[in-house]
């Protein structure tokens, strides 16, 4: 093994593992406000396929990202609406949010399958990403809003008595989720493979949701976890290059056997489990009269 | 200055009227939100209408088709009432299904060239035990650790596709495939009958049904049933009355994963006829609108199995004839799931308006 085949395998893993940490971090900061929202596949595919579609129109980098983050708070606003307003399931409206974010990016993206585009860099965004989760991770430990907001995911009843909109801060919330998640969409169909196919965002949504359940809700090992996740799937890729027997499917089904061991673990014990998951996640808050 | 905007009341008891008319009220509203986007896609609403939900069932053929497409539905959802009645929330039908389709798929390429009139009972029966072991993993991890089976289930669901995905790519591979991703095929008495000639409605149909009679008799004659409704909405009360929530979880689980497993092996040893990497469109998750859209109920499930199996043909149709792509069927299920959900409001509370 050459040190260029060593340095080059890093960065196929730094490019591959961005999206799962956007994705990551947003879904941790909307299941920290006390709502898991199911919805992250579809909302990356619709993120992926309304970037690619205004970099076609437009040519410009700048509004295609931000048309695709517009894109992913109107659909988690939608998720919002339903949850915090309607007091919806959850689980369902998240299936919901996914299965019609299938439906909608492969409409919207029907003219431009095979179109080119000129990818942009990634760097920028491998970078960004390590900031975010820091900017994460300095709010909610840091700062008056982030102790807020984790009190509204443990307690509604509390924070709601003393006086916090519960309504309000898991809104915003929800939205922050949906702009990162369609964040990294977007920087799947620009950056990692700048093209647009149906489902492209292939299952890593439903990565990003076991990631935050792995990272027993901390911000910095939603990274950790990403580059775990990340890195053995690319190391399987080299090592069925280079001729190795193993199975594939087997490496691939390591995150999902991953999360249920972790989840088994950190739930096995009450305690534990009181400290790493939000108490409220999922129940509706009802205000009353 | 927010007297115009209705404020939401508790109902002391939950509506029974409402409870007929959300489904009603979601796919009236469904429609006219598909006529908006067929309208600004630059389609005749009227016409697009008609092209995906009326020209599809028109024929027998697209009549047998939809109970082709319905079958599954129908038997996975009723399964998922089990759990979804007792506040159980198995999402891994997709992933019970599949195991299913292992299990019962495997005695078939097993008895490859055996032809007996036991092949095809027995592949059911490996079928079934197929998916509730699978869907027992979840409910033996929540009984013993406490574990969250929504995420469980779920994660399931991609470990039983990659299993799937192994097999036929490896050990199970057709040996003359010509190195396609399938495996050999069933013998023609591991094949479930077909009802008419030349229509692929099939078997399973029969068993669904009769699945969804026992299911109704169940839930509605039996004590078992009772305690999954009581479990459901009022744990208190259950733990209360001495009901073991334990076996229910246990029952509930394997109920719906032998469901999901029966339907996927009928969908192989079905229109299928052998194993290959995408036997399911996604039966397992849409079955859970099927589920809700029904609401719980053996009759309403037939009806939703019906009314999404259409959203199905439709897409096919308006792929064909409006150059739409299929996945338009995605938004139509997604959309009528928001109204559902949206709409379920009106169950349990009511909406008043301030006075002044």
């Known amino acids: 093994m050459s040190i260029e085949l060593i340095v080059g395998i890093l960065e196929i893993i730094l490019i591959a593992t961005t999206p799962l940490v956007f994705a990551g971090i947003g879904e941790l900061v909307t299941e920290k406000s006390g709502v898991l929202n199911l919805g992250v596949e579809g909302m990356m595919l619709v993120g992926a396929v309304t970037a690619f579609v205004t970099l076609v129109i437009t040519g410009s980098y700048f509004l295609a990202f931000l048309i695709s983050v517009l894109s992913g708070v109107v659909m988690s606003g939608l998720f919002a609406i339903l949850v915090l307003f309607l007091m919806s399931n959850q689980i369902a409206t998240g299936l919901a949010l996914t299965i019609f974010g299938i439906g909608l990016s492969s409409m919207l993206g029907k003219e431009y399958i095979g179109t080119p585009i000129d990818g942009l860099s990634p760097w920028f965004f491998v970078i960004f990403s390590f900031v975010i989760v820091f900017l994460i991770s300095y709010f909610f430990y840091k700062t008056k809003m982030g102790l807020i907001l984790r009190a509204v995911g ?38 990692y493979a700048p093209m647009w196919q149906e489902g492209m965002t292939a299952g890593r949504g439903w990565i990003a949701l076991a990631l935050v359940v792995f990272a027993t809700w901390k911000p910095e090992r939603v990274l950790i976890g990403a580059y775990i996740f990340g890195g053995v799937t690319i190391l399987q890729m080299n090592l069925q290059a280079l001729g190795l027997r193993f199975p594939g499917q087997f490496f691939s089904m390591a995150p999902y056997i991953a999360t249920i061991v972790v989840l088994v673990f950190i739930s096995s014990n009450r305690l534990r489990i009181k400290l790493s998951a939000p108490a409220s996640l999922t129940i509706p808050f009802y205000k009353g009269r | 200055m927010n007297n115009f905007l209705p ?17 009603i009220i979601a796919i009236v509203l469904t429609l006219i939100t598909g006529s908006i986007i067929f309208l600004l896609l ?52 997709e992933g019970q299904l599949t195991m299913g389709a292992i299990f019962g798929g495997g005695i078939g390429i097993l008895f490859h060239d055996t032809n007996a009139f036991w092949l095809l009972p027995l592949m059911i029966f490996a079928g079934a035990i197929g998916g509730a072991l699978w869907g ?9 650790f406490n574990t969250n089976e929504i995420l469980t289930s779920l994660m399931l669901v991609y470990i039983a596709l990659f299993i799937l995905d192994y097999l036929v790519v490896g050990p199970w591979k057709d040996p003359n495939g010509f190195s396609f991703p399938k495996s050999r ?42 305690q ?26 394997g109920i719906c994963g032998a469901f999901a497993g029966i339907a996927g092996l009928s969908e192989v040893s079905g229109p299928i006829g052998l194993l290959y990497r995408d036997i399911s469109p996604n ?32 897409a096919e149709d308006a792929q064909l004839f409006l150059q739409i792509p299929s996945a338009v069927g995605f938004i139509f299920q997604g959309l009528v799931l928001f109204y559902l959900l949206g709409a379920e409001l009106l169950i349990n509370y009511k909406l008043a308006f301030k006075k002044t």
């Open chain 1, 154 to 191: 443990e307690s509604h009843n509390s924070a709601h008595a003393l006086g916090y909109s519960v309504i309000k801060i898991r809104f915003l919330s929800i939205l922050f989720g949906g702009s990162m998640c369609a964040l990294a969409g977007s920087y799947i169909s620009i950056c």
């Open chain 2, 7 to 23: 404020i939401i009341i508790s109902r002391s008891q939950s509506s029974n009227l409402m409870n007929f008319f959300v489904p």
């Open chain 2, 42 to 93: 630059g389609f005749d609403p009227i016409y697009a209408l008609y092209t995906f939900f009326i020209s599809p069932i028109s024929s027998s053929y697209g009549l047998s088709e939809l109970l082709v497409k319905a079958t599954p539905l129908a038997l996975i959802a009723i399964g998922l009432a089990f759990c979804f009645k007792n506040n159980i929330y198995n999402i891994g039908a």
């Open chain 2, 136 to 144: 027992l993993i979840p409910a033996l991890l929540k009984n013993k």
């Open chain 2, 185 to 226: 095929a069933f013998s023609e008495s591991g094949r479930m009958p077909l009802l008419f000639d030349g229509l692929r409605v099939h078997f399973g149909l029969i068993i669904t049904l009769f699945l969804i009679f026992v299911s109704w008799f169940v839930f509605s004659k039996t004590m078992f049933g009772f």
């Open chain 2, 228 to 253: 999954l409704k009581v479990s459901g909405f009022s744990p208190k009360a259950a733990r209360y009355a001495g009901f073991n929530q334990t076996t229910l979880i246990f029952l509930a689980f």
């Open chain 2, 283 to 314: 039966y397992g998750f849409t079955a859970i609108i099927v589920a809700f859209l029904g609401r719980l109920h053996p009759v309403g499930i037939i009806f939703a199995s019906l009314i999404i199996a259409l959203t199905y043909l439709g």
